[in-house]
C-alpha cells in the first residue's frame, strides 16, 4: 500500500526566502506525481505534475522534483511571497491517487 | 477550475437522516472521484466512477454509497448520515491529455452532522 508523507508538516519563513518542500513515498511502481496548493478553506489547485519518466518541471518560481528509486519528490518555491501562504500537498498517481498529509506554509512580510 | 462544481456548498443535517451531494462536471470526463478531507487524516478516497454507471470502491466507502446516472453528475449519498460523516467532501476528475491523468478538484462541500 502507497504510504506518503510530507516533511516538515509546517513552515514559516519571512518573505524573499528560498525554500523546499519534501515528499515521500513507499511505492515506486507510480505513473506520476502531482503538487497541489490549497488555501484555507478552498479546494485544491493543480501546482505541478510530473510524469514518472521525468525528473522535474518547473513554473514560474516552482520547480518540482522526482527521484523515484529513492521515493522522494521536492517543491522548491523561489523567493517567496506572502501570497505563498497556503498548504501544499502531493499526490501520486498509482493504481488511484494518494495524497500526502501536507506541509502549512506561512510566508511573513 | 475544469468546470467542476459542488452542490450544496455547506449543509448541516441531523443523525439519521440521508443526505446526497451532487458534483457536476461540463467538460464529459470518463473519471471522477469523491473525497472526504480529515484534520489527521488527509486526503482519502471514498469512492470514484470510470464511467456511466460504472463505480468502484475506495479506501473509506463504509456509510457511502455513488451513482453516476450521467457522465456529468457523480452523486454521493449518506444514507443515515453519522456525526463521524462529518467532513469537507471534496469532487476531482481526471483529465487524460497525452496520456497523462491529471487530477482537478471542486471547491468542496462542507457537511456538518449534529
Known amino acids: 500500500k502507497q504510504e506518503v508523507t510530507q516533511i516538515p508538516a509546517a513552515l514559516s519563513v519571512p518573505e524573499g526566502e528560498n525554500l523546499v518542500l519534501n515528499c515521500s513515498f513507499t511505492?515506486?511502481?507510480?505513473?506520476?506525481l502531482q503538487w497541489f496548493r490549497q488555501d484555507p478553506g478552498k479546494g485544491l489547485t493543480s501546482l505541478l505534475l510530473?510524469?514518472?519518466?521525468?525528473r522535474e518541471q518547473t513554473s514560474g518560481r516552482l520547480n518540482a522534483s522526482l527521484d523515484k528509486s529513492s521515493g522522494r519528490s521536492t517543491l522548491y518555491i523561489a523567493a517567496s511571497q506572502p501570497g505563498d501562504s497556503a498548504t501544499y500537498l502531493c499526490?501520486?498517481?498509482?493504481?488511484?491517487?494518494?495524497f500526502g498529509p501536507g506541509t502549512r506554509l506561512s510566508v511573513l512580510p | 477550475d475544469a468546470g467542476i462544481t459542488q452542490s450544496p456548498r455547506h449543509k448541516v443535517t441531523e443523525t439519521g437522516t440521508p443526505v446526497t451531494l451532487r458534483c457536476h462536471q461540463t467538460?464529459?470526463?470518463?473519471?471522477m472521484y469523491w473525497y472526504r478531507q480529515d484534520p489527521g487524516h488527509g486526503l482519502r478516497l471514498i469512492h470514484y466512477?470510470?464511467?456511466?454507471?460504472?463505480?468502484d470502491k475506495g479506501e473509506v466507502s463504509d456509510g457511502y454509497s455513488v451513482s453516476r446516472s450521467k457522465t456529468e453528475d457523480f452523486l454521493l449519498t449518506l444514507e443515515s448520515a453519522t456525526s463521524s460523516q462529518t467532513s469537507v467532501y471534496f469532487c476531482a476528475i481526471n483529465t487524460l491529455a497525452g496520456g497523462v491523468n491529471e487530477q482537478f478538484f471542486g471547491p468542496g462541500t462542507r457537511l456538518t452532522v449534529l
Open positions: 467538460e464529459n470526463h470518463r473519471y
Open positions: 510530473i510524469q514518472s519518466s521525468q
Open positions: 511505492d515506486s511502481a507510480i505513473y506520476n
Open positions: 499526490a501520486l498517481n498509482g493504481q488511484n491517487f494518494v
Open positions: 466512477s470510470y464511467g456511466v454507471k460504472d463505480t
